[in-house]
């Protein structure tokens, strides 16, 4: 329910932006009401926009990103989060199920519209965010580590932060072209340092063809996701691609897309590889306290 309140709070907004008009949420949604029998025409094709717009924003969201599903997001964590153990103390410490839930549901609502998250680029490594999407896991790793060596710890506020550097992660690889350069390992920069956002003047698409890479392409790219309904990209770059409207593009949300498995793959490597970074580093490494507030023990 949640998602189906937050797809129409967007629609509203989207539908007064369509007809350019500034409205607040609330008059939009009060004129919605007055046209009804009065003039039913009108209403009828406002019905239908709206119907067309739910139905182009639910399957929008479903394809931008891996799927809050076992198959996209939601395993993806798990597979990353549940072999991970500590021994301390000579006692083999692991996520509890309730913190491997909590951790998951924060990967899911980054994917939320009615937060805005779902547009925000640097959050799923849409349009060449490399720089803003590498430093925001700079600061959740930072972030986490202080919730957890704090003299008050805070478990909860540091899984919250984890499921949502694990969804930026991870889109990495379902987002990127990292893939289609011929990695199989995964990129270590991510949470270590920071990647530079590429000139918007680098081709990475032919300029007939913004669903296909350049042959040859060498340099790291991601999928352009801007103006419903989101098949476009700026001249020479790539689009994401978005399920029945535009379905070629970059994107390897999901199983079908080429290069999907190898990209699901290596997000479970590096969704492991950035929790290992924090239980490795030092104060947090051998600290039995700060372990168990992560894992929620
Ligand atoms: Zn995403």
Same mark, same amino acid.
């Given at each position: 329910?949640?998602?189906?309140?937050? *797809?129409?709070?967007?629609?509203?907004?989207?539908?007064?932006?369509?007809? %350019?008009?500034?409205?607040?949420?609330?008059?939009?949604? /009060?004129?919605?009401?007055?046209?009804?029998?009065?003039?039913?025409?009108?209403?009828?094709?406002?019905?239908? @926009?709206?119907?067309?717009?739910?139905?182009?924003?639910? $399957?929008?969201? !479903?394809?931008?990103?891996?799927?809050?599903?076992?198959?996209?997001? /939601?395993?993806?964590? +798990?597979?990353?989060?549940?072999?991970?153990?500590?021994? *301390?103390?000579?006692? %083999?410490?692991?996520?509890?199920?309730?913190? =491997?839930?909590?951790?998951?549901?924060?990967?899911?609502?980054?994917?939320?519209?009615?937060?805005?998250?779902?547009?925000?680029?640097?959050?799923?490594?849409?349009?060449?965010?490399?720089?803003?999407?590498?430093?925001?896991?700079?600061?959740?790793?930072? &972030?986490?580590?202080?919730?957890?060596? !704090?003299? +008050?710890?805070?478990?909860?506020?540091?899984?919250? @932060? /984890? #499921? #949502?550097?694990?969804?930026?992660?991870?889109?990495? &690889? @379902?987002?990127?072209?990292?893939?289609? =350069?011929?990695?199989?390992?995964?990129?270590?920069?991510? #949470?270590?340092?920071?990647?530079?956002?590429?000139?918007?003047?680098?081709?990475? +698409?032919?300029?007939?063809?913004? +669903?296909?890479? /350049?042959?040859?392409?060498?340099?790291?790219?991601?999928? &352009?996701?801007? $103006?419903?309904?989101?098949? !476009?990209?700026?001249?020479?770059?790539?689009?994401?691609? *978005?399920?029945?409207?535009? $379905?070629?593009?970059?994107?390897?949300?999901?199983?079908? %897309?080429?290069? &999907?498995?190898? @990209?699901?793959?290596?997000?479970?490597?590096?969704?492991?590889?950035?929790?290992?970074?924090?239980?490795?580093?030092?104060?947090?490494? #051998?600290?039995?306290?700060?372990?168990? $507030?992560?894992?929620?023990?």
């Amino acid at each position: 329910m949640k998602r189906i309140r937050a *797809v129409f709070v967007f629609l509203v907004v989207l539908v007064a932006g369509l007809r %350019r008009k500034r409205v607040a949420v609330q008059k939009l949604m /009060l004129r919605l009401k007055l046209n009804k029998g009065r003039h039913f025409i009108r209403g009828f094709t406002v019905i239908t @926009a709206t119907l067309l717009l739910i139905g182009l924003l639910l $399957t929008t969201e !479903s394809v931008l990103a891996f799927k809050p599903n076992e198959k996209g997001h /939601l395993g993806i964590t +798990s597979d990353a989060v549940r072999p991970i153990e500590r021994v *301390v103390g000579g006692v %083999r410490l692991r996520f509890s199920p309730q913190a =491997l839930e909590e951790i998951r549901k924060a990967n899911e609502s980054t994917d939320d519209l009615s937060s805005g998250d779902f547009f925000r680029s640097e959050k799923h490594f849409d349009n060449e965010e490399f720089f803003a999407g590498t430093t925001r896991l700079l600061e959740l790793k930072g &972030y986490i580590i202080s919730q957890i060596t !704090s003299f +008050s710890p805070n478990g909860k506020n540091a899984r919250t @932060a /984890l #499921g #949502g550097a694990l969804h930026t992660i991870q889109d990495f &690889y @379902a987002h990127t072209n990292w893939v289609e =350069l011929g990695h199989t390992s995964i990129d270590t920069q991510l #949470g270590r340092t920071t990647i530079p956002k590429p000139p918007i003047t680098t081709p990475t +698409s032919p300029a007939n063809d913004q +669903s296909t890479l /350049l042959p040859g392409l060498t340099v790291l790219t991601s999928g &352009y996701f801007v $103006t419903p309904p989101y098949c !476009s990209a700026p001249p020479g770059k790539t689009r994401h691609g *978005v399920s029945g409207l535009c $379905t070629n593009g970059l994107n390897k949300d999901e199983p079908g %897309r080429p290069g &999907y498995p190898q @990209a699901r793959g290596l997000a479970v490597i590096a969704s492991q590889d950035f929790i290992n970074q924090i239980l490795d580093t030092p104060g947090v490494a #051998g600290n039995d306290r700060a372990i168990r $507030t992560l894992m929620g023990i």
